[in-house]
């Protein structure tokens, strides 16, 4: 197994689980537009509780409604792939947020699979 190293930009897009697009969710639509753009990868991650912009906490206990909690999709490559991306996430996220941070990646490579 080979460990590679680098720098890369993160790209985190926050936006709420029932955020759509063309009645697709909102989540998926970005992930689908990331493999389309050939980008290393797009991870979903869906949170246990949160707020926004309108203050309204979201949570998934068991007393309250899990509606609408926070979503984050996750995506690294390099920054110019990444920032290349942007144009792409401006036509399909109208409220949200976007995070982008400098990061360094160990990747690890099994030989045998090569």
Excluded at 13 to 42: C, F, K, M
Excluded at 78 to 104: S, Y
Aim: net charge negative.
């Amino acid at each position: 197994m080979t460990r590679t190293t680098g720098k890369a930009l993160r790209l985190t897009v926050l936006v709420g689980e029932n955020d759509t697009w063309h009645h697709r969710p909102l989540y998926s639509e970005i992930v689908h537009r990331a493999h389309a753009a050939g980008l290393a990868g797009a991870s979903v991650f869906r949170g246990v509780e949160g707020f926004g912009a309108s203050s309204l906490i979201h949570t998934t206990r068991l007393l309250s409604l899990s509606e609408d909690l926070p979503v984050a999709v996750v995506v690294v490559d390099t920054e110019e792939r990444v920032r290349a991306f942007l144009p792409l996430l401006d036509e399909v996220v109208t409220g949200g947020l976007v995070v982008l941070d400098d990061c360094e990646v160990v990747r690890y490579e099994d030989k045998r699979s090569s």
